[in-house]
């Protein structure tokens, strides 16, 4: 029987987005995509639990309906807490690093994590070590010491415990739930850089740090496009629907104010410029206490803010750094979808397909660790 995947995304946007894909022949392929209003999900908050199940319900139940296989999977939008952890897997004599001695780390992390109170919600492999030799790729490798480092994401179970009893059923339970920014990761093109990953949405700004590609640090900041949307609003005394017309369609953002000072620019221009650059300084007070060497080469935007017209010519004229609008990892579709809206679906998707091909592969394999360093 052919599986679904089901990405349910809690959208900063107000809205519940189902994407609904599969895996065919090594290739994403969306089939459907709606999005929905509830009046018990406002602010990226669930305001009323019991009516939102009831209504999360019946969606699911008209899904079941034309697809009898699903996976569920929940992205959603919070704020993580960030784990570092180290092991070590170490033998009297030399040995072949193998698949399932990761899969093995990864498996007493989550068990050791869960028992404080902790849901994780993504890991991502560091920095691997064999006899004190950092490698790219252990696998294959042999060597009598093994070090492996994993940068780990986790809630509290409090907030997840919630999640779990709306979205869990018997017939097609929850499989996994995500951090939205994150899946960007997953869900952009392997051409770009993933070390600096600015998330703009209507209320917030999510920013991903990293280095080799791998998320080092999530950073968080209050302002979104509509504190920008208020600001226009307000100033100029239009409706706020004009104020999104001026953001995305005319052209609000100006770079050359950081260059001109006698340069005639208009209130309109002057208002949201101003608004981004508030956000930047934000982004670099964050970049400035980063307990490790960022050097990023490529600044790439996603989220809603992505679609402010000239938002990548000024980012790139303020941090002096080349600057890219992200775009999805290759899937395929008869739909037509926004490209941007898409790429957190794709990265859950991508996710789901690694951790379920891992956790096939650990189930038939059990190793021993001889030590083991938290």
């Given at each position: 029987m052919e599986k679904i995947l089901n990405v349910i995304e809690l959208s900063p946007k107000d809205k519940i987005i189902f994407t609904l894909g599969r895996f065919d022949d090594g290739v994403i392929n969306i089939v459907d995509r709606f999005e929905i209003e509830d009046i018990n999900?406002?602010?990226?908050?669930?305001?009323?639990?019991?009516?939102?199940?009831?209504?999360?319900?019946?969606?699911?139940?008209?899904?079941?309906?034309?697809?009898?296989?699903?996976?569920?999977?929940?992205?959603?939008?919070?704020?993580?807490?960030?784990?570092?952890?180290?092991?070590?897997?170490?033998?009297?004599?030399?040995?072949?690093?193998?698949?399932?001695?990761?899969?093995?780390?990864?498996?007493?992390?989550?068990?050791?994590?869960?028992?404080?109170g902790k849901e994780i919600i993504q890991i991502f492999n560091s920095e691997f070590y064999i006899d004190d030799k950092k490698v790219e790729v252990p696998i294959g490798e042999k060597g009598k010491k093994f070090i492996a480092i994993f940068n780990v994401f986790g809630i509290e179970k409090d907030k997840i415990k919630i999640l779990k009893s709306i979205f869990n059923r018997k017939k097609n339970p929850l499989k996994v739930i995500y951090f939205s920014p994150l899946l960007l990761i997953n869900g952009i093109k392997d051409s770009f850089s993933k070390n600096f990953v600015i998330d703009i949405e209507n209320t917030f700004t999510y920013l991903i740090f990293g280095v080799d590609n791998i998320p080092n640090q999530v950073e968080y900041i209050e302002l979104g496009i509509k504190d920008i949307i208020r600001d226009l609003s307000?100033?100029?005394?239009?409706?706020?629907?004009?104020?999104?017309?001026?953001?995305?369609?005319?052209?609000?953002?100006?770079?050359k104010i950081f260059y001109e000072t006698d340069y005639p620019i208009s209130v309109e221009k002057k208002v949201a410029s101003m608004r981004v650059i508030e956000i930047f300084e934000l982004i670099e007070k964050k970049m400035k206490k980063l307990p490790f060497r960022f050097y990023p080469d490529e600044i790439v935007i996603c989220g809603e803010g992505a679609k402010i017209k000239n938002i990548k010519e000024f980012t790139k004229e303020y941090f002096d750094l080349p600057a890219s609008i992200g775009e999805p990892f290759e899937y395929k579709s008869d739909l037509k979808l926004d490209s941007l809206d898409i790429i957190p679906a794709i990265g859950a998707i991508r996710s789901f397909i690694d951790k379920d091909k891992k956790e096939s592969f650990f189930n038939k394999l059990m190793n021993i660790f001889e030590k083991i360093f938290d």
């Amino acid at each position: 029987m052919e599986k679904i995947l089901n990405v349910i995304e809690l959208s900063p946007k107000d809205k519940i987005i189902f994407t609904l894909g599969r895996f065919d022949d090594g290739v994403i392929n969306i089939v459907d995509r709606f999005e929905i209003e509830d009046i018990n999900y406002k602010n990226n908050k669930i305001l009323n639990v019991s009516e939102f199940k009831e209504r999360m319900d019946r969606e699911l139940i008209k899904l079941e309906e034309t697809f009898i296989n699903i996976d569920n999977i929940l992205s959603i939008y919070d704020r993580p807490t960030f784990y570092k952890k180290r092991y070590v897997l170490s033998s009297k004599e030399e040995r072949k690093i193998k698949e399932s001695d990761i899969d093995n780390m990864i498996s007493l992390i989550r068990n050791s994590l869960e028992k404080d109170g902790k849901e994780i919600i993504q890991i991502f492999n560091s920095e691997f070590y064999i006899d004190d030799k950092k490698v790219e790729v252990p696998i294959g490798e042999k060597g009598k010491k093994f070090i492996a480092i994993f940068n780990v994401f986790g809630i509290e179970k409090d907030k997840i415990k919630i999640l779990k009893s709306i979205f869990n059923r018997k017939k097609n339970p929850l499989k996994v739930i995500y951090f939205s920014p994150l899946l960007l990761i997953n869900g952009i093109k392997d051409s770009f850089s993933k070390n600096f990953v600015i998330d703009i949405e209507n209320t917030f700004t999510y920013l991903i740090f990293g280095v080799d590609n791998i998320p080092n640090q999530v950073e968080y900041i209050e302002l979104g496009i509509k504190d920008i949307i208020r600001d226009l609003s307000f100033i100029l005394e239009i409706p706020p629907r004009d104020g999104e017309d001026y953001l995305f369609k005319k052209g609000a953002l100006d770079y050359k104010i950081f260059y001109e000072t006698d340069y005639p620019i208009s209130v309109e221009k002057k208002v949201a410029s101003m608004r981004v650059i508030e956000i930047f300084e934000l982004i670099e007070k964050k970049m400035k206490k980063l307990p490790f060497r960022f050097y990023p080469d490529e600044i790439v935007i996603c989220g809603e803010g992505a679609k402010i017209k000239n938002i990548k010519e000024f980012t790139k004229e303020y941090f002096d750094l080349p600057a890219s609008i992200g775009e999805p990892f290759e899937y395929k579709s008869d739909l037509k979808l926004d490209s941007l809206d898409i790429i957190p679906a794709i990265g859950a998707i991508r996710s789901f397909i690694d951790k379920d091909k891992k956790e096939s592969f650990f189930n038939k394999l059990m190793n021993i660790f001889e030590k083991i360093f938290d």
